[in-house]
């Protein structure tokens, strides 16, 4: 009977960790982390376009030979591409989910209307999805190459960046992105660091500046190559 009742409170943890509050949060917290890492190493990546074509296209390459010969081609891309997947799945199922309960507990309005949060905080949503519209955009952008302007090239990625920022609509779709990303990221990285338990009065300090650091540097580090591309930097 112990053994039997021990075995059913294991087989709860999970429905009961998916099903609270600071379950989701914390669901929430690891995946953003895991989005917040691709992140960095995804915008440091873009950087190489002011290396030259051979440069950007050779790491486009590598990164679908990245393992081999242990990995078959492209299969560490698409290990990458399905954690990101879930990733993102967990985290905005998690964050419609808890903007719900939010609601039901507090149906009416508040009475006064004195911001109670920063701009960051009160726009999460939308910039949670927006961010969601441009993933879609981005991979039939430059991934599939249905929503590229002109003509696709693959395995010429460097000229078929150079033709999305060649475009007014496709500077203005990225940088307005990369504006709500920063900001999701600014607030995200703060709430995470809460719910995980890393947040104290000594250590808050050093995390907000942590978080205007990151926001800051990828949002102009994603930003520099539309701007480059516009300016005739890169072309």
Known sequence: MALATRTDKRASMPRTLWGSTIGKKTVMAVSGLIMLGYLVAHMLGNLKIFFGASEFNGYAHWLRTLGEPLLHYEWALWLVRIVLVAAVVLHGVCAYQLSRRDIAARPSRYVHRRARASYATRTMRWGGIILAL??????????????????????????????????????????????????????GFWSAAQTLGVGSAARDRVLKATADVLALALTAGFVAVPVAVMTGVVS
């Open 134 to 187: 441009f993933i879609v955009w981005h991979i039939l952008d430059l991934t599939t190459g249905t929503a590229h302007p002109g003509g696709f090239q693959p395995g010429h990625p460097y000229q078929n960046v150079v033709d999305t920022f060649s475009t007014w609509y496709g500077n203005t779709i990225y940088i307005t992105a990369m504006v709500a990303l920063g900001l999701h990221v600014r607030h």
